[in-house]
Structures are given as C-alpha cells and as structure tokens.
C-alpha cells in the first residue's frame, strides 16, 4: 500500500489506472481537466499503455469509450456537467446497450458556477439512464470507487456515472492505494446484436435495463459507501450526500452526532434505509450538494408524507455550493461571529492576460463595428468570453459550446444584418463545425471570428484539435476561400485588420476571419521549457 | 494540534508554492492534511484562494468554515483584507504590502494598509522589495511564508526540507535563494 497526496481528480485517475483501464477519454472543462492530465504525466499514458489523448468533445470521447468497452477493456470518460450535455445522446443509449468492459463516466459539476454558466446537477443523468451513481465525499473514496465502480459495471453490464463536485476535484488529500491491477483482454460481447439498437432489439435491451433495476437498489442497500448511523435524539433524521457529508461531520468536530443520520454515497436510493430514518424520526433534514434530488424524491409532489426539510423550504439556500457555516445553519448550530468584511475590498473579476491575442481581436472588431448599432455580437466559450467584460464589452453571448456560429446565423435569419460570430478554435472543432455548414448551406450573411491561438486555452493549454488545419476545415466545408482571411492580431496590425473585417461584415455571405497568433501562456511555457532544454 | 490556514493572493502570484511548500512539510511531519485550490475562470487575473488544513486528527471538512482560520498568508494586501472575516478571535494575518493592481478601481493602498494595521496580530511586509534585494524577485511568496513561519505549526527544517525538495529539479541557485528568502521572513520584524 502506498500514500500520495491526490487532488480529487487525480484519486480518480489514478483509481481507474490501478483499476487496469485501457485508455481515458476527454474533453478539458473545469473542474474535470485534471483527471486526463493526471494520467498523460504517468509512465503508462507516456508510453502509450493506456490511451489518454484529448477528443474533440465529450459526445466523441463518450463513444469512444463505449467502442472501448465493447472489447472487454476497461475504458474511463471524464467531462464536466456540461460536457454531459454533449455527450448525452451516446450517453443515454450506453444505458440500453450495456457495457461489456467496465465504463466509468466521470461528470465534475460546478455548484456556485465558479467557471461554468450553470450548476446543473449530473445525478439526475444517472437517474435518467437508469445507471448506478457513485458520489465520493473524499479523496480516498474517489480512489476506492474507481475499484468499487469497475466491479459493479462488469457484474451488471452496465455504464456506471461517478459524479463529483469542484471542491472535491480541487482538494489534495492523502490517498492510499493498492496493486495496479492488469488490463483486460480483448472479448467482444457474447451477444452480438448486444450493441444494436434496432427498434426490435432496444426493447428487449431496455427491458433488461429494467429487469436490473431491484438489484442496482439491493447494492445501493448493501453498499459499504451507503451507512445508517443510530442517534438517540429522533427529533431529527438527516440524510447528507457526497461531500456534504464532511460538512456535516465538521460540524460536530468528530464528537457525538446526537441525531440518526444516512450517508448516502451510490444510487439508486437506498430505500429501505431512508424507510427506516423516516419511521424513526419526526422529521427530515436532507443536505446534498447540488439540486435537491434526494429532497425531491422524498418529498413528492404533495409533500403530504413526513416533513422534509432541504433547499425547498429555504433551510439550506436553493442555489449554490455548500459549505460548513451552511450547514451549520440547517442544523441550528451557530455560526462564529467575526470582523465583518471591510468596504474597502473590490471584486478582481478574471481578465485576459496582458499581450493576449484576443484584446487585439476585440479592438479590432470593435473599431470595425463601431458604424452599426450594438448587440450584432454572438459568442461562445473560452477565454474570449471575457470580452463581455470591461474594457471590451464586445460580446453579446455565451450559451453553449458552438452556439455562437449559429445564434449568429438564426439572428441574421430574423434580419439582424450583420450578424457577427466570436468562437475559439477549440470551441469550434467541438461544436462550430456543423453551424458552420448550416450557415454555408443557407448562404447566411455572417461573419465568423475563429480566434486561433493554438490552444485549449481557458482550461490550462490543453491539445486543440483543429492543429492549425482551421482553414481548410472551413474551405472543406464550402465557404469560399476568397472570404476566409487570416489576420495577425497586433497592434502595428490593427488599421489594416480593421478594414478586412468591415469588408468582410459586408459581404453578403459566410465570411471567416481567423486572428491567429499564439496565447501568451502557453508561448511563455514553451521558452521555458526551451531554456531549460538548453 | 490543528492549524487551519487561508493562502490568498492573484491568480499566478504563486499562492500554489506556498500551499505545495507547506504541504511538503506537512506529510514530512506525519500529519493529515486537506488543501483546496481554486482552477479555472479565475486563474486569469482573478482572486484566488486555498484552503490549507492540517492536523494529527482526520480531516473532514475541505474548506474552512467562517472564523475558525488559525491564518491567512497573502501575497496580496487587498487580498488579505478579504479574508480577514475568516480569522478566529486570536488569528493571525500575515501579508505581502505591495498591491497587484490589474483593476481600475483598485482602492487607495493606504487606505487598506491602514486597515489591516487596525487588525492587532498582523505581520505586513514588502516581500517584493525584500525579494529583489535578494535578486529573486519571484521568491516574494516564499518570503511571506518566512514570515509566516512561526505560526504554521510546523518545525522550521521541515519548511527548509520542503523547500530543498520542491525546487530540487531547478538546480541549487533556485534552492538556495528561496532558502534566503524564508530565512529573511523569518527573520523580519513589523
């Protein structure tokens, strides 16, 4: 056995290496990046031993995975919450088909939206597809249901979800871990229409689906991750889940926990566990981070059954991460009182760094714009969307990855001319390509802006797929090469970018600009690592 | 024993060397520790923070719950301010005096110099100057370790250990400055 100081993602890596995978399948997005990281820095992922190059988004990564799976191996899918979005389609129907090798999908959900645009809750996928969830409240725990989660993918068939949140994704802690175990060898499935989802053949696979769920439930009841624990006060029943576990414990400082309470850690619920808690106790008090899923569930629509306190009933906030004083609060314990925050302080929101290409690009748009009325500005995800921000406010949108192509399009199809885009080359490999064709194909007045910096920027400097092809990606799909320009954004640039870009908004058809020049971040790491080379 | 510590400062003022310093310690110590750090949106320029816990008892909770910080270690002076509703009732605040100012409406550094001098158990020193004199401009955070020393509740060597162990890949120059630069925080006086 050995000890290592992990980030909760790197447990989960390392967990999935130790549990023999075969490869790890991703797209970068905050708080979920590390675990691939993780696994390209070991000696495995170096030479190769276990497949750990990014994808082009998580819908290709989910499938790749699944193709992985189909052979016997075992195979790893990390995103972030709205990485499963994405990849829901493959996702879902992974559910009907089953798994042969092990399938662990990671999703990493960003409660309090530190650095996404919503805090959607990823249990409720697991729920959905009606797949097993295991939900870590530590590092060790991340660790051990990688082992825990492979087992249970290969005893049942089917796709297991491992849902974390940031801070657990972004705390070190001591994690013990075990002999790696082997890989897998190759056996593709026994059944070998298993993986065709002909109408005849998915309902036979649902109905299996179904036939499992009474089990998946008898683990959960089972499970050594799922604990009741007595209390003698019955005033109170209290079910806490993940890592809000650890904030409820916090706050009896390892003492007595006067009141009976359930650790809920893998679903399906463990139901007749929660029976149990509700037949004792005179009321229920559920803490979970995220949606109030398990609150949900208990209280029904009516919530004519046992009173059932949560985020519904304002007890703990309805939006946003927990934290111990939160906790504390729904427990009736009191909150230390301290120096209050003093006026003085301002918010020191993210900017774009000094030298960054993109403060070129928006100077230039803006300048190039500055004849039309404001609001003709759609944009997507990536560093760039700081250019909603001061001094730029350039930006009128970011919804999704790739929308900003096609927002743009459907807003030049309403008659807002012109419509500009603003998407980032990875953004646009993972999800602008085919907007882009829709506009190709309807001659849509639109110009868009795919700002090249060679990079993943955003989440740390992560391999972009485009690789510098973004052009003839875009002449691939048909627009026309004399309005694909590519400009340098420089400041000794500026003018005469500017009037490529009027010139461009002005066509009456797809243009695309593409700004190229490299983020400063990763060209500051590249000499680096030049000097010390030398 | 239990220290609960606050490392704040902007993002890439290197708050995460001295949280890797300190935890380099800590397990050298044998002792359990949690430390969150924040990733992501506001890495670029934005404040950041991490959450250091260590203890000889298990650790449950990742972040610090409100007034129960032994410490806050910034490289940063408004940044310190920040957290200061984080510090227990005998807490101690440790702070770098030279702004990072990449906002406009920075507010008047005297103004929150003056504010964090009010607050009694207060170390603040000008790490950056100190730094350059030791012509390592980059070590200011370690400085401000140094100066933090005395109340992290870990032995002295083991920081230096720490230090030699983190930097070791760097070549001995980088070692040897950034044990300077503890010692001169160590050794600084308000």
């Known amino acids: 056995m050995n000890k290592t100081?992990?980030?909760?993602?790197?447990?989960?890596?390392?967990?999935?290496?130790?549990?023999?995978?075969?490869?790890?399948?991703?797209?970068?997005?905050?708080?979920?990046?590390?675990?691939?990281?993780?696994?390209?820095?070991?000696?495995?992922?170096?030479?190769?031993?276990?497949?750990?190059?990014?994808?082009?988004?998580?819908?290709?990564a989910m499938e790749a995975a699944l193709g992985m799976s189909y052979t016997g191996k075992r195979a790893?899918?990390?995103?972030?919450?709205?990485?499963?979005?994405?990849?829901?389609?493959?996702?879902?129907?992974?559910?009907?088909?089953?798994?042969?090798?092990?399938?662990?999908?990671?999703?990493?959900?960003?409660?309090?939206?530190h650095s996404s645009q919503n805090e959607q809750d990823s249990r409720f996928y697991g729920k959905f597809a009606m797949v097993p969830v295991l939900e870590p409240?530590?590092?060790?725990?991340?660790?051990?249901?990688?082992?825990?989660?492979?087992?249970?993918?290969?005893?049942?068939?089917?796709?297991?979800?491992?849902?974390?949140?940031?801070?657990?994704?972004?705390?070190?802690?001591?994690?013990?871990?075990?002999?790696?175990?082997?890989?897998?060898?190759?056996?593709?499935?026994?059944?070998?229409?298993?993986?065709?989802?002909?109408?005849?053949?998915?309902?036979?696979?649902?109905?299996?689906?179904?036939?499992?769920?009474?089990?998946?439930?008898?683990?959960?009841?089972?499970?050594?991750?799922?604990?009741?624990?007595?209390?003698?006060?019955k005033s109170l029943g209290i079910i806490v889940s993940g890592i809000a576990y650890n904030y409820f414990i916090e706050n009896f400082d390892y003492g007595d926990i006067p009141y009976p309470f359930i650790k809920v850690s893998q679903y399906p619920l463990p139901k007749k566990m929660i029976e149990k808690l509700c037949d004792e106790c005179k009321e229920i008090l559920v803490i979970e981070e995220g949606y109030p899923l398990i609150e949900e569930s208990l209280s029904g629509l009516l919530r004519r059954g046992i009173k059932v306190r949560g985020r519904f009933d304002g007890s703990i906030p309805r939006d946003g991460e927990l934290n111990p004083n939160i906790v504390a609060k729904s427990l009736g314990i009191e909150v230390q009182q301290t120096i209050p925050i003093s006026d003085t302080i301002v918010g020191r929101p993210p900017s774009l760094c000094d030298g960054c290409p993109h403060s070129d690009t928006f100077r230039a748009i803006n300048e190039a714009m500055s004849g039309y009325s404001k609001g003709r500005n759609f944009s997507d995800i990536g560093c760039y969307t700081l250019g909603a921000l001061p001094p730029y406010q350039s930006i009128n949108s970011c919804v999704d990855m790739g929308a900003s192509i096609t927002m743009a399009k459907g807003a030049?199809?309403?008659?807002?001319?012109?419509?500009?885009?603003?998407?980032?080359?990875?953004?646009?490999?993972?999800?602008?390509?085919?907007?882009?064709?829709?506009?190709?194909?309807?001659?849509?007045?639109?110009?868009?802006?795919?700002?090249?910096?060679?990079?993943?920027?955003?989440?740390?400097?992560?391999?972009?797929?485009?690789?510098?092809?973004?052009?003839?990606?875009?002449?691939?799909?048909?627009?026309?090469?004399?309005?694909?320009?590519?400009?340098?954004?420089?400041?000794?640039?500026?003018?005469?970018?500017?009037?490529?870009?009027?010139?461009?908004?002005?066509?009456?058809g797809v243009s695309v600009i593409i700004p190229r020049r490299e983020c400063v971040v990763t060209l500051t790491q590249k000499s680096k690592e030049k000097k010390k080379a030398k | 024993m239990k220290k609960d510590i606050?490392?704040?400062?902007?993002?890439?003022?290197?708050?995460?060397?001295?949280?890797a310093v300190i935890g380099y310690a800590t397990v050298e110590a044998g002792l359990f520790l949690k430390q969150s750090e924040v990733h992501g949106m506001s890495q670029?320029?934005?404040?950041?923070?991490?959450?250091?816990?260590?203890?000889?008892?298990?650790?449950?909770?990742?972040?610090?719950?409100?007034?129960?910080?032994?410490?806050?270690?910034?490289?940063e002076p408004m940044e310190a301010l920040r957290y200061l509703p984080m510090l227990n009732s005998d807490g101690w605040l440790i702070t770098?005096?030279?702004?990072?100012?990449?906002?406009?409406?920075?507010?008047?550094?005297n103004k929150i110099l003056d504010e964090i001098k009010k607050y009694p158990r207060n170390i603040s020193v000008d790490a950056d100057k100190i730094a350059k004199n030791l012509k390592s401009p980059k070590s200011a955070n370690i400085v401000i370790l140094g100066c933090a020393s005395?109340?992290?509740?870990?032995?002295?060597?083991?920081?230096?250990?720490?230090?030699?162990?983190?930097?070791?890949?760097?070549?001995?120059?980088?070692?040897?400055?950034?044990?300077?630069?503890?010692?001169?925080?160590?050794?600084?006086?308000?």
Not at chain 1, 82 to 89: H, M, P
Not at chain 1, 96 to 112: E, Q, V, W, Y
Not at chain 1, 474 to 483: A, L, R, T
């Open chain 1, 5 to 60: 100081l992990l980030l909760g993602d790197e447990a989960i890596a390392q967990g999935a290496l130790d549990s023999g995978i075969s490869g790890v399948y991703a797209y970068p997005g905050t708080p979920s990046t590390e675990i691939m990281e993780y696994v390209q820095r070991t000696k495995d992922g170096k030479e190769g031993k276990v497949h750990c190059t990014w994808s082009a988004n998580e819908k290709t």
């Open chain 1, 76 to 113: 790893l899918v990390c995103m972030k919450h709205v990485g499963l979005n994405v990849a829901a389609d493959p996702f879902m129907c992974s559910a009907i088909t089953g798994a042969n090798g092990g399938l662990i999908i990671a999703s990493a959900d960003d409660p309090s939206m």
């Open chain 1, 137 to 233: 409240s530590n590092q060790q725990e991340s660790y051990d249901m990688m082992h825990y989660g492979y087992d249970l993918s290969e005893k049942y068939q089917v796709p297991v979800l491992l849902r974390i949140t940031t801070r657990l994704a972004h705390s070190r802690s001591s994690v013990n871990t075990i002999e790696p175990k082997e890989q897998k060898p190759v056996y593709t499935p026994e059944d070998s229409i298993q993986y065709v989802l002909l109408p005849s053949n998915a309902r036979k696979r649902y109905k299996k689906l179904l036939g499992i769920q009474n089990s998946l439930e008898e683990e959960s009841e089972n499970s050594i991750y799922n604990k009741y624990f007595e209390g003698k006060d």
């Open chain 1, 412 to 508: 030049a199809d309403a008659g807002l001319l012109p419509s500009i885009s603003v998407i980032g080359d990875s953004t646009f490999t993972h999800s602008g390509i085919t907007g882009l064709l829709d506009a190709v194909n309807d001659k849509s007045p639109i110009t868009v802006f795919i700002l090249d910096n060679y990079t993943t920027a955003m989440t740390g400097g992560q391999f972009s797929p485009a690789n510098g092809r973004i052009e003839e990606i875009c002449k691939g799909i048909g627009v026309e090469e004399e309005h694909i320009k590519i400009i340098e954004p420089l400041k000794k640039n500026h003018r005469e970018n500017v009037l490529i870009i009027k010139e461009e908004v002005a066509y009456n």
């Open chain 2, 6 to 19: 606050i490392i704040a400062g902007v993002g890439g003022q290197g708050i995460v060397s001295i949280a």
């Open chain 2, 44 to 75: 670029r320029g934005g404040e950041v923070y991490s959450h250091f816990r260590l203890s000889d008892k298990e650790i449950a909770s990742d972040l610090i719950p409100q007034g129960k910080a032994d410490l806050i270690i910034s490289v």
């Open chain 2, 96 to 109: 770098n005096t030279t702004p990072f100012i990449n906002i406009p409406n920075y507010p008047d550094v």
């Open chain 2, 150 to 190: 005395p109340y992290v509740g870990l032995e002295y060597d083991k920081l230096e250990n720490a230090i030699r162990l983190m930097f070791k890949r760097k070549g001995d120059n980088v070692v040897n400055v950034n044990l300077e630069a503890l010692k001169a925080g160590r050794e600084y006086k308000n």
